[in-house]
T-cell receptor
């Protein structure tokens, strides 16, 4: 079963604007990761944020984590047409030996030129 | 480093047939994962190997599904007596053993059961 919800399910913006996607989860986590998936392709890892971190940056990406609210956000600044894809958050649990990732349902992002 | 590879990329089969998928992980990675993704959904965990040992299996993995990683390198996922509900993208990922591991995904095998 899915860990949580992603919001919005679909987002369409103009090139150059910023895109914000949110993710909520249900259980305590070790870390949270964001992945991108182009249509019909495999997943590409974007960024990992640990449970003791609140914010992380990588290029045009900014991720925040609020463990008290069990939520995370992914901000893509100065969007480009090539950013068009589905974006998934995935959590790794705290239980010893819990190696699997539990994914959300994803946000489908469309960047209009 | 050529990344994670999967074969075949696409498979069309008739209901009741058996299918087998292969995954070749990144060479130094000791962990290997299988996930299944249906249209419009995020991937769902199926099973995971540490070297050749299968350490966790999801309840999604019915007795028609079996996975192996015989020498701790490549892995196979077999589905026996396929059903239309098995139609999905089957994703393989690999990683190094660490607390902050990143899982690297292959391109997936898209299965269509007619």
């Amino acid at each position: 079963s899915q860990q949580g919800e992603e919001d919005p399910q679909a987002l369409s913006i103009q090139e150059g604007e910023n895109a914000t996607m949110n993710c909520s989860y249900k259980t305590s986590i070790n870390n949270l990761q964001w992945y991108r998936q182009n249509s019909g392709r495999g997943l590409v890892h974007l960024i990992l944020i640990r449970s003791n971190e609140r914010e992380k940056h990588s290029g045009r990406l900014r991720v925040t984590l609020d463990t008290s609210k069990k939520s995370s956000s992914l901000l893509i600044t100065a969007s480009r047409a090539a950013d068009t894809a589905s974006y998934f958050c995935a959590t790794r649990g705290l239980i010893q030996g819990a190696q699997k990732l539990v994914f959300g349902q994803g946000t489908r992002l469309t960047i209009n030129p | 480093d050529t990344g994670v590879s999967q074969d075949p990329r696409h498979k069309i089969t008739k209901r009741g047939q058996n299918v087998t998928f292969r995954c070749d992980p990144i060479s130094e990675h000791n962990r290997l994962y299988w996930y299944r993704q249906t249209l419009g959904q995020g991937p769902e965990f199926l099973t995971y190997f540490q070297n050749e040992a299968q350490l966790e299996k999801s309840r999604l993995l019915s007795d028609r599904f079996s996975a192996e990683r015989p020498k701790g390198s490549f892995s196979t996922l077999e589905i026996q007596r396929t059903e239309q509900g098995d139609s999905a993208m089957y994703l393989c990922a690999s990683s190094l053993d660490s607390m902050w591991e990143t899982q690297y995904f292959g391109p997936g095998t898209r299965l269509l059961v007619l």
